[in-house]
């Protein structure tokens, strides 16, 4: 048996270095994912959430009313990943297309930040620090109301996704909507200017 200074002075010789310069050679995995026992698990159809609140969250509530209020029709998985962290597995696109579709959602007034995972990623490194929001937009004039104003608003306000079917129906509208991605770091824009170049 070793003594206890011997292993000390071996201990002292080891370097970072020359721990770097190995690794471990996996043969046989050429294909993505061979030999992961994961199950039914596929990152494409994957999304990852967190409430904005610091809250602790009712696990077994959000579950039962998120899997009632979207009603997938193959069902959907949630597992908690870590503190306020969530994996949302669905089993087919057309589901979780409209779960990404009705942006945004909510649990007892919390609101749902999601992100779709690509394949490779991990859910602990996934960004969730935006947020798609319906916005009005109020008191534009005449000579403004047209489809490309509405989109260089919504790119003014944070990123245009699309206007609202309904914007330019017959008859008059109070305010126009456009969905958007918010960044949640930056401050929310209440108001701004528009005029034509050259004028007023």
Known sequence: MASTS??????????????????????????????????????KLCLVGRFLSEGVMDFQAMQQTL????????????????????LFQFYHEVDIKRVLDGNPWSFNRKTLII??????????????DTLDLWVQIHDLRAGFMSERVIKEVGNYIGVFVESCPRNFEVGWKEYFRVRVT??????????????????E
């Not at 010789?13 to 046989?28: F, M, P, Q």
């Not at 918010?182 to 004028?199: A, F, Q, Y």
Request: aromatic letters at 6%; glycine letters at 12%.
């Open 115 to 128: 992100a779709r995972m690509k394949e490779g990623e991990i859910p602990r490194c996934v960004n969730l």
């Open 182 to 199: 918010m960044n949640l770091s930056s401050p929310l824009k209440r108001k701004m200017k528009l005029r034509k170049s050259g004028e």
């Open 67 to 86: 899997a009632a209020i979207w009603k997938p029709g193959r069902g959907v998985y949630i597992k908690e990943v870590d503190v306020n962290l969530y």
């Open 6 to 43: 011997h292993i000390v002075e071996a201990m002292q010789h080891i370097t970072l270095d020359e721990e770097e310069e190995g690794g471990l050679a996996l043969e046989g995995f050429e294909e993505a994912g061979q030999g992961e026992n994961l199950g039914d698990f596929n990152a």
